[in-house]
């Protein structure tokens, strides 16, 4: 089965604080992924992946970054985090090469911003 | 960019009841559409999905449709069981690769 391992599970952190969230899949997938998900507004897409190194922005990118240095992990970060990215942050990954696919999310992150 | 609406947000059913979630997409490229379901605290898992070039899918008590001209998508779960309360997504997708999700109905079966 494929495994993506998000390693945060809960953060708290302080207004102002840089945040790095780590997604790492074991399965040789191309595709990554970075969500937020909030009562009432389901998934929205902040930035995806198709390859080391790529990055494109999804709906909600303000305020996030991303970096893929290696095909297997892909990081999100808050660079100056704010109260209204207090959320739960679910990664997901899925085979590239022939468009949208199956994804396979981890357990998610749930930040708290104070 | 893709924007993907679906209904109900919430939906209460007796057990043994049909239940039917509908999602419309604006993007006329979008060819893949998935459905998830999220039970409370756990991450989405896929249940069914469905490509352009197909206009039905079943399996067991899970069947999902799909109409192109009009770009809506329709989840359909005959005989509804008390496991089958939970948060239910449906999604779209195209050639990029990303897929962009509704906001989900949360599903009651009443036993």
């Known amino acids: 089965d494929v495994k993506v391992t998000q390693s945060s599970r809960y953060l708290v952190k302080r207004t102002g604080e840089k945040v790095f969230l780590e997604c790492v899949q074991d399965?040789?997938?191309?595709?990554m992924f970075w969500y937020r998900q909030d009562p009432g507004l389901g998934l929205r897409l902040i930035y995806f992946?198709?390859?080391?190194?790529?990055?494109e922005k999804g709906d909600i990118p303000e305020g996030y970054s991303v970096s893929r240095e290696k095909k297997e992990r892909f990081s999100l970060i808050l660079e100056s985090a704010s109260t209204n990215q207090t959320s739960m942050y679910l990664c997901?990954?899925?085979?590239?090469?022939?468009?949208?696919?199956?994804?396979?999310f981890g357990a998610g992150s749930r930040l708290t911003v104070l | 960019g893709e924007n993907v609406e679906q209904h109900p947000s919430t939906l209460s059913v007796q057990e043994g009841d049909s239940a039917v979630i509908k999602c419309t997409y604006s993007?006329?490229?979008?060819?893949?559409f998935p459905w998830y379901k999220q039970e409370l605290g756990k991450r989405p898992q896929l249940i069914i999905d469905?490509?352009?070039?197909?206009g039905e899918k079943k399996d067991q008590r899970i069947a999902v449709t799909l109409n192109k001209t009009a770009k809506h998508f329709s989840l359909h779960i005959t005989e509804t069981q008390p496991e089958d309360s939970a948060v239910y997504f449906c999604?779209?997708?195209?050639?990029?690769?990303?897929?962009?999700f509704g906001k989900g109905t949360k599903l009651s079966v009443k036993p």
């Open positions: 399965m040789d997938h191309e595709n």
């Open positions: 997901a990954s899925s085979l590239g090469y022939s468009g949208a696919n199956v994804l396979t």
């Open positions: 469905i490509r352009s070039n197909v």
């Open positions: 993007d006329s490229a979008s060819n893949y």
């Open positions: 999604a779209a997708g195209g050639s990029q690769g990303n897929l962009i």
């Open positions: 992946s198709y390859d080391v190194k790529m990055k």
